[in-house]
T-cell receptor
Framework: GQNIDQPTEMTATEGAIVQINCTYQ??????LFWYQQHAGEAPTFLSY????GLEEKGRFSSFLSRSKGYSYLLLKELQMKDSASYLC??????????FGAGTTVTVRA | NAGVTQTPKFRVLKTGQSMTLLCAQD?????MYWYRQDPGMGLRLIHY???????AKGEVPDGYNVSRLKKQNFLLGLESAAPSQTSVYFC????????????FGPGTRLLVL
């Protein structure tokens, strides 16, 4: 199974940068996903890492270190619409995802 | 192309009642999943399927049953609902290939009194 930890809450100012860390202990690592979930809605895909390094997608970037069991999601130029919960999920060799409890990001004007 | 749909969107049950949640996907995905999401606990896998006619237990399968008679549909059943099953239920599907993500349905809010 997987044990996935991420902070519960983070607050940042509009236009700033926020980094959400995720640590995991895994049996059979097969990729790490980040999802965004607005209140009352379904999770939506943000990023995927399977090899070490940084993946950049517009204002969002995600980093992975497999040897350290560590990932982060970087949100740049924060906008009010970025206020949401961000979920770290690790995929195993059976294509099942294990999720962290989520980090609620609040963006303030 | 509707993606993943779930019915119903909201339901109230009394303890001991039964119900079935329906998930449908039109992306020809092999893999389908049922999760529940509770405050502070994140998404937890109930059951999943790796293809038509197959099902397997996830992290929290007790009290639930599933069936995958058709590739596009994945049903979640509660035979005798309990207040502990009050939750938001999400269905998801994926092709399972490489970087392909799981696509989530809009969710079903279930309240068991």
């Amino acid at each position: 199974g997987q044990n996935i930890d991420q902070p519960t809450e983070m607050t940042a100012t509009e236009g700033a940068i926020v980094q959400i860390n995720c640590t995991y202990q895994t049996s059979g690592f097969n990729g790490l996903f980040w999802y965004q979930q607005h209140a009352g809605e379904a999770p939506t895909f943000l990023s995927y890492n399977v090899l070490d390094g940084l993946e950049e997608k517009g204002r969002f970037s995600s980093f992975l270190s497999r040897s350290k069991g560590y990932s982060y999601l970087l949100l740049k130029e924060l906008q009010m619409k970025d206020s949401a919960s961000y979920l770290c999920a690790v995929r195993d060799s059976d294509y099942k995802l294990s999720f962290g409890a989520g980090t609620t990001v609040t963006v303030r004007a | 192309n509707a993606g993943v749909t779930q019915t119903p969107k909201f339901r109230v049950l009394k303890t001991g009642q039964s119900m079935t949640l329906l998930c449908a996907q039109d992306m020809n995905h092999e893999y389908m999943y049922w999760y529940r999401q509770d405050p502070g606990m994140g998404l937890r896998l109930i059951h999943y399927s790796v293809g038509e006619g197959t099902t397997a237990k996830g992290e929290v399968p007790d009290g639930y049953n599933v069936s995958r008679l058709k590739k596009q549909n994945f049903l979640l059943g509660l035979e005798s609902a309990a207040p502990s099953q009050t939750s938001v239920y999400f269905c998801a599907s994926s092709s399972g290939e490489g970087s392909e993500t799981q696509y989530f349905g809009p969710g079903t809010r279930l309240l068991v009194l």
